[in-house]
């Protein structure tokens, strides 16, 4: 069964700090691989990913993706505490689904 | 450009009824997608319609069934509700048919709780 696996589950920093999400997966036929934001309720894209080894950034905010170890990891540079929310991780295989982990929640605090 | 509007934002009904909620895509989309959120399984997918079709379907029981007009916008039903239905109810839209190349985009969903 297809499967995606975030860590940590949760994350208390403090601003300034520089945080790694990991995300880990085992699907057939991966095609794609997305992180979204979810701050109140409505999650907001920040990344996709195809190619191993290219690192995608915007701003404080960059990821990578290995094709080869099956995972991809998420840093944020100088944290600020609108960094605060729960970061998902999803993967698209070829039946073409989204295939969500339950997400790593980060708190930042002042 | 609009996003993704969901109505109503929240909802409370009893067990056995029936509920329906609703989806407008953002303005030149053609695919909804739907996906429950709870705390303890995360987001996962209900179903896509394009086109007015249903064109993927996620492990989820007949009770659970949705629509898509020609308009693009969609509705989704839940009948004989259960306590365990009480989740965080979101929808997607993308341009196209959703593939692995296409980004989808949501709405802030429909806080459903079934007491």
């Known amino acids: 069964e297809d499967k995606v696996v975030q860590s940590p589950l949760s994350l208390v920093v403090h601003e300034g700090d520089t945080v790694t999400l990991n995300c880990s997966y085992e699907?057939?036929?991966?095609?794609?691989l997305l992180w979204y934001k979810q701050e109140k309720k409505a999650p907001t894209f920040l990344f996709m990913l195809?190619?191993?080894?290219i690192e995608k950034k915007s701003g404080r905010l960059s990821s990578i993706l290995d094709k080869k170890e099956l995972f991809s990891i998420l840093n944020i540079t100088a944290t600020q505490t609108g960094d605060s929310a729960v970061y998902l991780c999803?993967?698209?295989?070829?039946?073409?689904?989204?295939?969500f982990g339950t997400g790593t929640r980060l708190q930042v605090f002042p | 450009k609009a996003g993704v509007t969901q109505t109503p934002r929240y909802l409370i009904k009893t067990r056995g009824q029936q509920v329906t909620l609703s989806c407008s895509p953002i303005?030149?989309?053609?695919?909804v997608s739907w996906y429950q959120q709870t705390p303890g399984q995360g987001l996962q997918f209900l179903f896509e319609?394009?086109?007015?079709?249903?064109?993927n379907k996620g492990n989820f029981p007949g009770r659970f069934s949705g629509r898509q007009f020609s308009n693009s916008r969609s509705e989704m039903n839940v009948s004989t509700l259960e306590l365990g239905d009480s989740a965080l109810y979101l929808c997607?839209?993308?341009?196209?048919?959703?593939?692995?190349?296409?980004?989808?985009?949501f709405g802030a969903g429909t806080r459903l709780s079934v007491l």
């Open positions: 997607a839209s993308s341009p196209t048919r959703m593939t692995a190349k296409n980004i989808q985009y």
């Open positions: 699907v057939t036929n991966f095609r794609s």
């Open positions: 195809t190619s191993s080894g």
């Open positions: 999803a993967v698209c295989s070829d039946t073409d689904k989204l295939i």
């Open positions: 303005s030149g989309h053609r695919s």
């Open positions: 319609y394009f086109s007015e079709t249903q064109r």
